[in-house]
């Protein structure tokens, strides 16, 4: 079962940029409760009781119940809007759920086994590819965070979604195979693997050229090469008869 958590709030009568800015000067901060077919609620959230569950991992994988003027409403947050520059909350929207109620969540990914990897142990690097996964998760189920063992990962090994086992009524908003993870050969090894197909390559054209000082044979039809001329002319002069005879 998902761990629900507990905040208070009020009522705000008024929404609007205007209202909105008063309610964060009185050290509130501003947000909206929707979904499930019932009419939105504006609300106030203390800023610093939200500020202290912002800072914990999960904020937006958490079931919050909030008490509002003594009424319940069981909520997960949706977005949380922050100042461009000091980066503090100025407002948050909260989907209003049912244990029926099912909803896409972005759920952090936390990886073990580094250690054991025999890839990472001949000196491979992991490459974090994927960090979270969006999820369809029941809105009474939704995990915290999803642990994935990369201790049986090779070099050049994949991780892909299919390869991790993923909560009980969850599935992957995706149908693609989506990667996690991979292991890249370290870069002495990356350096051999290239020596070794130059040289290759290097004895290959070496068998395929011609020896050194044997010319190679000429083409049906060919003129004689210029070195093979000279011998010619020597015999025809030696055959020429002595004129002063």
């Known amino acids: 079962m998902t761990q629900v958590a507990h905040m208070s709030a009020t009522t705000r009568r008024e929404g609007g940029k205007g209202n ?18 019932e009419p939105p609620v504006l609300i106030a959230l203390d800023a610093n009781a939200l500020g202290k569950e912002l800072n ?3 904020f937006t994988t958490r079931i919050y119940e909030l008490d509002i003027d003594g009424q319940k409403h069981r909520v997960l947050p949706r977005d949380v809007q922050r100042h461009p520059v000091s980066w503090k909350p100025e407002h948050v929207d909260f989907l209003r759920v049912t244990g029926n109620t099912r909803v896409r969540v972005a759920v ?7 250690d054991k990897a025999p890839g990472i142990k001949r000196g491979g690097t992991l490459n974090i590819v ?14 915290s965070s999803i642990l994935v063992n990369v201790g049986a990962m090779a070099i050049n090994d994949t991780m892909h979604i299919k390869d991790i086992q993923l909560p009980a009524g969850t599935k992957p908003t995706s149908i693609q195979n989506i990667t996690i993870a991979t292991i890249a050969a370290p ?15 290097a004895a ?16 049906p039809g060919a003129a004689p090469a210029a070195g093979a001329a ?4 020597k015999a025809a ?3 020429k008869p002595d004129a002063k005879k």
């Open 20 to 37: 909105a800015r008063a309610t964060r000067r009185a050290g509130q901060i501003p947000a909206v409760i929707y979904g499930n077919k």
């Open 56 to 58: 914990q991992s999960g």
């Open 108 to 114: 952090p990914l936390y990886f073990e086994g580094q």
């Open 130 to 143: 994927s960090h979270a996964l969006d999820l369809w998760c029941p809105a009474d189920n939704i995990p």
């Open 187 to 201: 870069t002495a090894v990356r350096d051999e693997a290239l020596a070794a197909k130059a040289a290759a390559e």
């Open 204 to 219: 290959a054209a070496a068998e395929a050229a011609p020896a050194e000082g044997v010319a190679a044979p000429a083409a």
């Open 230 to 233: 000279a011998p010619a002319a």
């Open 237 to 239: 002069d030696a055959k």
